[in-house]
């Protein structure tokens, strides 16, 4: 056999040969041309390095080149959820819990910008016809903000302040809000005919379960890390105690994204100025960043837009409304200028497909979601796709230009 063929016997270098090319390669290739096409965009058109990269997975996709199919990425999940979870991670160490007990009007801001979003969506798409329970699930996917994108524009603009702190604070909350509320309906669906004891008791197993298995990982990490502080074995042991922690939490049915979070906050507190976190914890982790991304771009669809696009933009303006009044009510009590404010709603706005992803076994996610209605879901994920592949510059421009908050801004 040509080493230059496929098994269809078509040429590597042309579509057809790509198409049936392995896909491990077509992976790799995608990350090679992702890389070096996002550089040339941010060089030349100012975009954000994560769209660049999404870009190219959108290109690959279903959507125009068919270079990989959906159901191909399902034996890639498990290095998709470890890009995440690195992520996530690095998020939990990020954050200052104390500050929510000095600002108590930052705390419930943290809590209402998320439960008003997701009240927002599912009013809203109730009123346009939509099922009671599959409004209410996609609120509860419409209340967390993506929090691999806030990381990926944070790493390459590099803001410090008011607004990035809240930011950062407040991702991670509407992100664990959005995974125990869909953790708790899959118990409470799998629970059907159960008493509600057992129903509360597997919903509070869920809960306490991942903040346990996260402290512990944390505390693990400050005992293991006493004579590797400062040397190039720490990178490689946070990873290896953030895979642990992973696995652990999807083997014992419990949240991956708590888990990370509560093992990051614990790190931190334990080894305040000791713990240093790379970003995406080195270069490993960059690289698992950029599958990410490509692969977030592979997963994005039209389908259904011209059909759904009265759902799509309820899902995506409700969110809008219900972030910005949270925001707006507390911005003064919170200690927030009116400026900070409108940037910081803007930036909470790109949406996370994250709870759905760590929530899922494969990405056909009708099957996760049981009850769901197709069209909702479909009109969900349309909304998802187009906040996620204008969630940096989102991001970006809040930060940068109304915050004023990045490197290099005055």
Known sequence: MNPFTTSTGAPLWTLEGLRGADPVLGLALLM????????????????????GHML???????????LLERKEL????????????????????????????D??????????????????????????GVPLLSAAVAGTVAMSTSPVITLAVLHETRPRGQVTERL??????????????????????????RDLITTTVSALYVVSGSVLLGAVCGLLLEVLSRRLRGTSAM??????????????????????????????????????????????????????????????????????????????LAIVLARMVGKGLAVALLARPSGL?????????IALQPMSSLAVLLAADTFAWASQLP????????????????????????????????????????
């Open 32 to 51: 090679v041309l992702a890389v070096v096409l996002a550089d040339w965009l941010h060089r030349h058109a100012r975009l954000p390095l994560a769209c």
């Open 56 to 66: 190219v997975g959108a290109l690959a996709s279903p959507l125009v080149l068919s």
């Open 74 to 101: 399902d034996s890639w999940k498990p290095l998709i959820d470890l890009a995440i979870a690195v992520l996530v991670f690095e998020l939990g160490t990020r954050i200052r819990p104390r500050w929510l007990i």
């Open 103 to 128: 600002n108590p009007a930052l705390a419930l801001t943290s809590v209402l910008e998320g439960v008003f979003a997701g009240l927002a969506v599912s009013a809203s798409l109730i009123l346009l």
């Open 168 to 193: 950062l604070l407040m991702t991670a909350v509407n992100s664990v809000l959005a995974m125990v509320l869909l953790k708790v309906w899959h118990v409470v669906g799998a629970s059907a005919g």
């Open 235 to 312: 990178p490689v042991l946070q990873i290896g105690l953030v895979i642990i922690a992973s696995l652990l939490a999807v083997q014992w049915t419990m949240s991956p994204l708590l888990a990370l979070l509560v093992a990051g906050v614990v790190a931190r507190a334990r080894m305040r100025h000791a713990l240093t976190v790379e970003p995406q914890l080195g270069s490993a982790g960059a690289a698992l960043s950029v599958v990410l991304f490509v692969c977030l771009g592979l997963l994005l669809t039209l389908d259904g837009l011209l059909r759904l696009w009265p759902w799509v």
């Open 337 to 345: 200028g009116w400026r900070q404010a409108g940037a910081l709603t």
């Open 371 to 410: 009850g769901m209605d197709l069209s909702a879901l479909q009109a969900l994920l349309l909304a998802i796709t187009l906040m996620q592949i204008t969630g940096p510059l989102w991001t970006t421009v809040a930060l940068k230009h109304l915050a004023r908050e990045a490197d290099g801004v005055s």
